[in-house]
């Protein structure tokens, strides 16, 4: 079972395409980080105008913590698609392909042959977004430092900075 | 050259397939197939495109359920102990397709593994050599010929040495050097490393080159089994001679007594079903008659046979 999802991640991990999820995060993420550093004050000052008439703000808001929740909220649209480029290609590439039927002529139970596919893909999206939390915390936090988190939803909420940290990964 | 080793070894059953059937919605793929393959034998499994070949070999490799009947392989039943049985066989299924964006090396790698073995560097490079693709070993399968992936193909089928080796149409869309080579290794896989080998195929003359025994199967039922040699080497044979000039070639023909024999004319081209002893004496004849022969094609009454089923 354990070599079964090994052949199946090193399938996984030996394909150019895998990478193309990586690299787009690792595009994109850093990008926003960037425009955000810029233009990220216009942005706030946007969001808080009617607010910042009534109440004082301190410290630094445009931070780590807040670049990092407005990557997930425009991301979460399409890291699914990177995700199925990697995990469709598990069955349905291989079905089409035609490698299926020579998996299938192994002495490999067709249980355990979907459940490795499974949990690789289990494994393959875990690492993805790994990845993503990854950079979008430490170099948003390398660029803009950190601070309270202000979401504006509904009403506004503050998070303190110490509490932040777990909720975004909870996020991911 | 002929394997002989069915002859010299005890005939020990390795596939044994009971009354066998699949149906599908509305159509029968196939309908009652028996046949024993013996240890030692190249088997050759004929049958024009669309007689059950495919299927019955998807069975074999429980790709596929039988709707009803039994498969023994190695004297295990295949329902049941579908691993352990698979472990011993190695398969080309239709065509065999592998990863591309692996290498040739690495393909065998992980299908080697998956088959339940620690493929070794020496092993797998082996069997690379033994499909004449060693100098290729890292490059990726995607930039392979049709020849060469179909030779791929071949090694993964070899990579856990199996005892039992089925191949679907090995040779298909093969260039006449690659059929060649495949013929070649297929003797040598039989001789050599003393495999049992099954090769489906729609082409007479190919199982012929290497089979010792086999089965013509059309329409999902066997039509003819038995040994290669006595099925193709039977007496009778059709032979259409071209002549320079067909009224004289009749009447030789005649005069020897043959005119029951004469089948047919047509342009130059006498059609007759001999014996094959006969030819020898009737190529003279007409010579000696100042009949010129131009062309003389012998066909084999199995062979003949086939060429109507397909």
């Known amino acids: 079972m354990f070599s079964l999802i090994r052949i199946e991640l090193y399938k996984i991990f030996s394909r150019i395409r895998t990478y193309i999820g990586f690299i787009a995060i690792g595009l994109l993420v850093p990008l926003i980080q960037v425009a955000l550093f810029i233009d990220g004050e216009t942005y706030i000052e946007f969001s808080l105008q009617n607010l910042k008439e009534a109440f004082d703000f301190q410290g630094n808001l445009l931070n780590g913590y807040l670049a990092c929740y407005i990557i997930l909220a425009t991301l979460y649209v399409h890291i699914p698609f990177l995700i199925t480029l990697v995990t469709g290609d598990l069955l349905a590439g291989e079905a089409a392909g035609g490698t299926f039927r020579v998996l299938l002529t192994r002495p490999v139970s067709r249980t355990k042959l979907l459940f490795a596919k499974f949990i690789s893909g289990l494994i393959y999206t875990a690492a993805l977004i790994f990845w993503m939390a990854l950079i979008s915390l430490l170099l948003g936090i390398a660029i803009m430092g950190t601070g309270d988190l202000i979401v504006i939803k509904n009403t506004v909420y503050i998070f303190a900075e110490d509490d932040v940290m777990w909720r975004l990964l909870a996020a991911f | 050259m002929r394997p002989i080793f069915a002859a010299i070894l005890e005939k020990q059953p390795v ?165 060649v080579e495949i013929r070649d290794l297929i003797l040598k896989l039989s001789k050599e490393y003393h495999k049992t080998i099954l ?97 003389v094609v012998p066909l084999r009454t199995l062979e003949e046979y086939f060429l109507n089923l397909t």
């Open chain 2, 15 to 179: 596939i044994e397939i009971r009354d066998l059937y699949k149906s599908y919605k509305g159509f029968d793929a196939v309908k009652g197939i028996n046949l024993t393959v013996y240890k030692g034998d190249v088997f050759g499994f004929l049958g024009p495109n669309g007689a059950g070949k495919s299927t019955t070999i998807r069975m074999m490799m429980s790709l596929i359920k039988p709707t009803s009947g039994e498969i023994r392989i190695f004297g295990k039943l295949l329902s049941e102990e579908r691993e352990s049985i698979l472990r011993k066989i190695g398969a080309i299924v239709e065509k065999p397709d592998l990863y591309g964006f692996m290498s040739a090396y690495d393909n065998l790698r992980l299908l080697g593994k998956m088959s339940g073995i620690q493929p070794t560097h020496t092993g797998i490079m082996d069997v690379l050599e033994l499909v004449g693709l060693k100098d290729r070993a890292k490059s990726k399968v995607k930039t392979f010929s049709h020849g060469m992936k179909q030779r791929v193909g071949l090694a993964q089928a070899l990579i856990h040495d199996p005892e039992l080796i089925i191949l679907d149409e090995p040779t298909t869309g093969l260039d006449p050097q690659g059929m």
């Open chain 2, 199 to 295: 090769l489906s195929s729609h082409i007479l003359n190919e199982v012929e080159l290497v089979a010792n025994r086999m089965v013509i199967i059309n329409k999902g039922k066997v039509a003819i089994e038995g040994d290669v040699k006595e099925l193709l080497n039977r007496d009778e044979m059709k032979v259409t001679i071209e002549v320079s000039d067909i009224s004289k070639g009749v009447e030789v023909i005649k005069n020897r007594g043959l005119s029951s024999a004469i089948r047919d004319t047509a342009g130059n081209k006498i059609i007759l079903h001999i014996s094959q002893n006969e030819m020898a004496g009737i190529n003279r004849a007409l010579i000696e008659g100042g009949v010129d022969v131009v062309s």
